[in-house]
């Protein structure tokens, strides 16, 4: 985090997304103003609040896109929720503050497997002290102990015998170091829990179902099974099994909590659908009651977690929503003031379409050209070709609905259609598709409005 600057960020997201230049520079400063703060007196730090941001903008333009890359890039723990998810409490489904009960979690998980990384070494040499152990059994000395007939003589042999054993020991070590032993059986007891009964499903009730699980669990005895597997794996089992032991979880848990509430980022995801009253019909599971139950997490408050409780003042939320049928202001007015930020990403035309058809690390044309590869055949698309897609792209959004760059997938794959259908017969061939291919296979369809609207 010490050198993802502003800049570097936005240099990081530029490889994924096509333009949307202000909404990446809010998000940019609003991660590295987590990164300042940490750098405060812990008076000062306490003060700061995050700037929580809304990116406004049409369908399909990247917001969460930029959502989803930026996850990836955060060393903190973040979860991307969706807003329509969402019940007022004292309904069924799933309540607002799940979201820091699962953001919590991934915090223990990933502080669990950083502690993990850091004592696998010692796991590892453990596990293989039992793996030698059960290739050969230690010695069980006859040691005399009252009776002293012949104590001189059996302290002798037992000690060579030790001597013996350990050499022994030290060569099969070796012998599993070089993976000699891969193709050996032992025998190991694995433990296994049982369940008696199904685990009840029910959405809204899965905490509950993780709480029964965990009790159960630790009434049901723990069943162990003796199996025979191959030394590798049972390295394996004995190293995770060790390494449990090893961890102390109390720790992990009071890191988890310290990072989720200092580092935490939530994503909500299509905030404008939970805008605007009841729609009239049917028991209203009000959204505004989701908006009001939202605010005191989004203020700051506490929530208790099986873990705990976490305190969410300093957690950042970056919200998204296209806004076409409501406005930001449509939202709780407590709740736009929680949301002092906010970047609108552009709609998108055919310059930008152009760009990301081939620019971005998992362009479009990159992903179709690589899987038709496998077939064995070669396609290439003219400079042209790819203009022509794009003006189609931005023509039949104009036309129809703007559904931003999500367009190109539809025209793309009815543009291949057939060059896809047929490939697995024309293995070793190259293939160039050029404008004239293009308009070949689209134009028609292009032409009349009510064909395009059902088929790109
Ligand atoms: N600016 C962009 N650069 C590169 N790819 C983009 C861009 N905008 C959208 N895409 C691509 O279009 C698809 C849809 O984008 P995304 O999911 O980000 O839309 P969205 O803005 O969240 O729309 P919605 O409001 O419907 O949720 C994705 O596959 C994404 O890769
Ligand atoms: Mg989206």
Redesign the pocket.
């Known amino acids: 985090m010490d050198n993802l600057t502003p800049k570097k960020i936005v240099k990081i997201l530029d490889r994924?997304?096509?333009?949307?230049d202000k909404a990446k520079k809010a998000v940019s400063i609003a991660m590295r103003n987590r990164w300042r703060r940490q750098q405060l007196s812990s008076e000062l730090k306490e003060e700061v609040l995050p700037k929580n941001i809304i990116m406004i903008?049409p369908?399909?333009?990247?917001?969460?896109?930029i959502a989803r890359r930026l996850s990836k890039l955060a060393q903190a723990p973040f979860i991307k929720v969706e807003a329509s998810k969402f019940t007022e409490v004292g309904y069924v489904g799933r309540d607002v503050e799940s979201m820091i009960r699962d953001l919590a979690n991934l915090a223990v998980n990933i502080i669990k497997s950083e502690h993990m990384k850091k004592i696998q070494e010692k796991a590892k040499a453990m596990a293989e002290e039992r793996i030698l152990d059960l290739l050969l059994p230690p010695l069980k000395l006859t040691r005399s102990s009252t009776i002293t007939e012949k104590p001189e003589g059996d302290e002798k042999s037992n000690e060579v015998k030790e001597e013996n054993h350990q050499a022994t020991r030290e060569k099969i070590r070796i012998q599993l170091r070089d993976g000699k032993l891969d193709s050996r059986y032992v025998d190991l007891d694995v433990k296994e829990r049982s369940m008696p009964f199904g685990v009840i499903s029910n959405i809204g009730m899965e905490e509950l179902e993780i709480n029964l699980k965990e009790m159960m669990g630790s009434i049901m005895p723990e069943k162990s099974k003796r199996k025979k597997v191959k030394v590798p794996e049972a390295m394996s089992i004995i190293a995770q099994e060790e390494a449990g032991k090893l961890i102390d979880m109390d720790k992990v848990v009071k890191e988890a909590i310290e990072r989720t509430e200092q580092h935490g980022i939530i994503f909500i995801?299509?905030i404008d659908k939970i805008t605007g009253k009841s729609s009239g019909h049917g028991p209203d599971v009000s959204r505004e009651g989701v908006q009001r139950d939202m605010l005191p997490i989004v203020e700051g408050s506490t929530v208790s977690t099986k873990h705990g409780p976490v305190k969410t003042d300093h957690i950042l939320f970056i919200a998204?929503g296209?806004f076409h049928a409501s406005k930001p202001s449509d939202l709780i007015p407590e709740l736009q003031g929680r949301f002092p930020i906010r970047v609108e990403l552009n709609a998108?035309g055919k310059d930008?379409f152009i760009r990301?058809l081939q620019e971005?690390r998992n362009a479009l044309i990159k992903q179709y050209v690589a899987l038709i590869k496998t077939e064995g055949v070669d396609i290439t698309f003219t400079e042209d070709a790819i203009k022509e897609i794009a003006s189609i792209a931005a023509e039949v959004n104009e036309r129809t609905e703007n559904i931003?760059?999500?367009r190109l997938h539809t025209i793309l794959e009815k543009l291949l259609e057939d060059i896809s259908f047929n490939a697995p017969e024309r293995k070793n061939t190259k293939l160039s598709i050029n404008d004239k291919y293009v308009k070949e296979k689209l134009s028609d369809i292009v032409k009349d409005e009510d064909l395009s609207r059902y088929i790109l």
């Open positions: 994924y997304i096509i333009g949307q903008g369908t399909g333009v990247g917001k969460t896109e995801d299509e998204t296209a998108l930008e990301i971005p931003g760059a999500r």
